[in-house]
């Protein structure tokens, strides 16, 4: 009886047990509640297959959904002094530094890379909320002018992605001075005569809000994106009126001429390959390759026949 209890049954048991599935493999939709299975909502840029909610996307995998066959070169930022103000409030700002690059694995908020989208060159800036909510650093500052300065060396156009809460507060003035100086960039690449095209993502907010990201030549937003300077809150308490639903919403930001789309993430890419291209005043993009015809046999018997008479 003990052979049977201690050793038969608990086999048996292990056998036809329910194994433990990895928390990992499943991610519930923040909208509608469903459970989507990893490699589905990947395959799906973070879109959820049931609502067409969109979520979060990190920046290497925007590039990489962005960039023909995700094959891009990252363009060098140069870095700027690391806590100037020698910043400190419930931690130092260096310590915060070091846990979000971490987190992360990114050195700030803000990746520029250069390749083909469609067959056009293109060089791209993307914000990463994920490092201290996106917030406007001098490093984020020196990426814009970085790629400002890369698009008018190769004659490209620059596209970029904001994702931001506004100016990073442990910066103080030099965080906000960001402003001014990536406005400047982007004349710069006005005044070369290249496209300057944004998209604005969840959430876009202050002083990012107030400069590079209104600043486009083409102003697209992802469905439901969350645009503003100040918080809602904020504006109702100032000007003592309720605000109408959906304010600060793409959709309704559209609909008042504040931006020109309002996209889906998987119709992206080919929104502004064509964009990209029109702006460039390139011919309409290659949506495919043909293969080359097959010459039948007989015909290809007779043409090798001609050509040894020939010779």
């Known amino acids: 009886m003990n052979w049977i209890t201690n050793y038969v049954r608990p086999t048996i048991n292990s056998l036809f047990s329910r194994r433990e599935v990895p928390d990992n ?17 990947a395959d799906n840029l973070n879109v959820c297959t049931n609502c067409d909610h969109h979520m979060a996307i990190g920046a290497r995998d925007r590039l990489t ?25 419930q931690k130092r700002y260096t310590d915060r530094i070091k846990e979000a690059r971490k987190k992360t694995g990114e ?57 931001a809460g506004g100016a990073r507060m442990q910066e103080g003035i030099l965080g906000l001075m960001q402003m001014p100086r990536t406005t400047i960039a982007v004349q ?10 944004v998209v604005l993502t969840h959430p876009t907010t202050g002083g990012v809000t107030a400069s590079y990201a209104m600043l486009g030549d083409v102003q697209i937003a992802e469905p439901n994106a969350l645009i503003g300077f100040a918080g809602a809150r904020v504006i109702e308490q100032t000007i003592g009126e309720k605000l109408p639903e959906g304010f600060q919403r793409a959709e309704y930001l559209l609909d008042h001429g504040m931006l020109d ?12 390959v064509t964009i990209a291209r029109l702006l460039m005043k390139q011919p309409a993009p290659v949506k495919g390759d043909l293969p080359a015809p097959e010459i039948q046999s007989e015909a290809a018997e007779e043409i090798e026949a001609a050509e040894a008479a020939e010779k």
């Not at 493999?25 to 909502?41: A, I, P, Q, S, V």
């Not at 789309?261 to 502004?272: G, I, Q």
Request: charged share 25%; with cysteine; glycine share 10%.
């Open 25 to 41: 493999l499943w991610t519930k939709c923040d909208n509608c509640g469903t459970m989507l299975f990893h490699r589905e909502l």
């Open 65 to 89: 959904s962005i960039f023909d066959g995700g094959v891009f070169v990252e363009v060098e930022v140069p870095e700027p002094t690391v806590d100037p103000l020698h910043f400190r409030d």
């Open 107 to 163: 050195k700030d908020a803000m990746l520029v890379a250069e390749g083909e989208m469609g067959r056009t060159g293109v060089v791209v800036a993307v914000q990463d909320f994920s490092f201290m909510g996106g917030s406007m650093s001098m490093y984020v500052g020196n990426a814009i002018v970085a790629a400002a300065e890369r698009a008018i060396e190769l004659g490209r156009p620059l596209i970029l992605f904001s994702a």
């Open 188 to 197: 710069m690449l006005k005044e070369a005569g290249l496209p300057y095209i």
């Open 261 to 272: 789309r309002v996209t889906k993430r998987t119709d992206l890419k080919d929104e502004l």
